[in-house]
């Protein structure tokens, strides 16, 4: 079993990095971006008999800052 | 008294930190390595150094908050010892959730290596009575997650609660409220971007931060 991890910076949390790729579309020309907020992808392989609560608890002890993050789990068959 | 100094993989400030610990104590701190899990007995303080442990893998400190050391390190700190995390070890702190908030990347995206200015905001605590309230001083700075974050509430109680020690006299790197180092609640843990034991002789250039690490020791033998 996979399962993906979508972790974002929770809004209000300043994101320097999604400014400066925004910066970067801009002087490519993309006209019409209104904001960019980057954030990270972690794949999981796990054990077909990992249980939610298993993979939600990663989230919170290791996978995402829930100071600062939001997280969101994506199982893939 | 008896000091030690956590080795990660990537700290690069920890044998500073042993030369100030060793300076101010007279005795060569512990040096003790991320997979031990006790420290030497009768440790009274503890330093989490600068670096970038594990290389800044997933978040800054956020490997490092989780390896066995730092379950010692928080016992240490329930019964009392002094632990000082200074700019990787202050985001290890706050990984680990001994300290609250989060360190963010630079507001400005640039990695800010400089002496900044810094006003003593608190000098009733362990590490800073050495120094008067208000008292202008310089550190220097070398980081690109020192952008100190935390929600209004918890921002107000350190505030109220007198546990902002260090605040930056200038724009460093978009701090809320210009943070730049907090205590915890019963103020014997510290944790601050600014590197104080780069400024500890007068061969450094500068001697400021040498008067926090014999304020420490002050504070150990007082209470011994």
């Not at chain 2, 390595?33 to 030497?40: I, S």
């Not at chain 2, 670096?51 to 800044?56: I, K, P, Q, R, V």
């Not at chain 2, 220097?140 to 209004?152: K, Q, S």
């Not at chain 2, 609640?185 to 500890?200: C, Y």
Request: proline share 4%; net charge negative.
């Amino acid at each position: 079993m996979k399962a993906r991890i979508f972790v974002t910076l929770k809004g209000g949390v300043l994101d320097p990095q999604g400014r400066a790729i925004h910066h970067a579309l801009d002087g490519l020309g993309f006209g019409g971006v209104n904001d960019v907020r980057a954030g990270k992808l972690i794949e999981l392989d796990l054990a077909d008999d990992t249980s939610d609560e298993d993979i939600d608890a990663m989230c919170r002890k290791l996978l995402a800052n829930t100071v600062i993050e939001n997280y969101r789990i994506e199982k893939v068959a | 008294m008896k000091s030690a100094v956590i080795v990660f993989p990537g700290s690069n400030c920890d044998r500073d930190l042993a030369v100030a610990f060793e300076a101010a104590t007279g005795q060569k701190p512990a040096m003790v390595w991320h997979r031990d899990t006790d420290l030497p007995d009768g440790i009274d303080l503890i330093g989490v150094p600068g670096g970038f442990s594990y290389g800044d893998y997933l978040r800054s400190g956020a490997m490092a908050a989780r390896s066995p050391v730092m379950q010692a390190v928080a016992k240490a700190a329930e019964r009392g010892a002094f632990v000082l995390g200074i700019c990787n070890g202050f985001q290890v702190l706050t990984e680990s959730g001994l300290l609250p908030g989060a360190l963010l990347r630079n507001a400005g995206g640039h990695f800010v290596c400089r002496d900044v200015a810094l006003t003593v905001e608190n000098a009733q605590s362990a590490f800073t009575s050495r120094y008067a309230a208000g008292e202008a001083i310089r550190y220097p700075v070398a980081h690109h997650d020192g952008n100190y974050f935390a929600d209004d509430a918890t921002l107000d109680r350190l505030e109220g609660e007198g546990r902002v020690a260090l605040r930056y006299a200038e724009s460093v790197n978009g701090s809320a409220r210009n943070i730049a180092g907090i205590l915890n609640d019963a103020g014997n843990v510290l944790g601050m971007m600014p590197h104080p034991e780069r400024v500890i002789e007068p061969a450094h250039g500068a001697t400021d931060g040498k008067r926090l690490f014999q304020g420490l020791v002050e504070g150990l033998m007082a209470r011994a």
